[in-house]
């Protein structure tokens, strides 16, 4: 069957630190892999989508950025992490429908 | 351009009753897909359900049921006899097919926050 799995679940990290969150999938291959964010309170917004090893596309400018070193593992890092980059992200693959992971609570201080 | 509009940001009902949860889309595409999704307090998205847009038939699961209609860009969700469990936050989303077939990218409404009191 096919799974997702997030890591970590929680993080604190303070202002100006890095960021490694890392998502792997299982039962799949050549998966669509995306990571999305979820502002305190708003929907969901997509920062990230791949569609093979080592292509990534942005959909909006931040402060982070995605990479695929493996055909089933999505890495989101940051050299450099604001305040505002505090939220929910959640990794998903596609098939016939969307799966999503158990999402990462970041929260900057 | 693709959008998804909830426009009940909260809803309050009392358990048993029905309630009905919008959700308005515009886009361009001619093919393409709807979902529900649950929030619970936990965090991690719920699939609840996948229309494609060459489907309309309405869908009943279990107390769940959903009305797609294509002419007004619509596709509501109602909970009948509303349970606290069902206490969540419901997300409405649209994609297109993608490049190779797949469900592509998901465009989220902002979200509807169900409360159910007992």
């Known amino acids: 069957s096919q799974t997702i799995h997030q890591w970590p679940a929680t993080l604190v990290q303070p202002v100006g630190s890095p960021l490694s969150l890392e998502c792997t999938v299982e039962g799949t291959s050549n998966p669509n892999l995306y990571w999305y964010r979820q502002a305190a309170g708003r929907g969901l917004q997509l920062l990230f989508y791949s569609v093979g090893i080592g292509q990534i596309s942005s959909e909006v400018p931040q402060n982070l950025s995605a990479s695929r070193p493996q055909d089933r593992q999505f890495i989101l890092s940051s050299k450099k992490l604001l305040l505002s980059d505090s939220g929910f992200y959640l990794c998903?693959?596609?098939?016939?429908?969307?799966?999503f992971g158990q999402g990462t609570r970041l929260t900057v201080v | 351009a693709q959008k998804v509009t909830q426009a009940q940001t909260e809803i309050s009902v009392v358990e048993k009753e029905d309630v009905t949860l919008d959700c308005v889309y515009e886009?361009?595409?001619?093919?393409?897909?709807l979902f529900w999704y649950k929030q619970p307090p936990s965090g991690e998205l719920v699939f609840l359900i996948r229309?494609?847009?060459?489907?309309?038939q309405n869908e009943i699961s279990g107390r769940y049921s959903w009305n797609f209609q294509k002419s007004t860009s619509s596709f509501n969700f109602t909970i009948t006899a509303s349970q606290v469990v069902d206490s969540a936050v419901y997300f409405c989303a649209l994609s297109g097919l993608g490049g190779s077939g797949n469900t592509g990218k998901l465009i989220f409404g902002q979200g509807t926050t169900l409360q159910v009191k007992p």
């Open positions: 229309r494609n847009s060459f489907d309309e």
């Open positions: 886009t361009r595409d001619t093919t393409y897909y």
């Open positions: 998903a693959f596609s098939g016939t429908e969307a799966f």
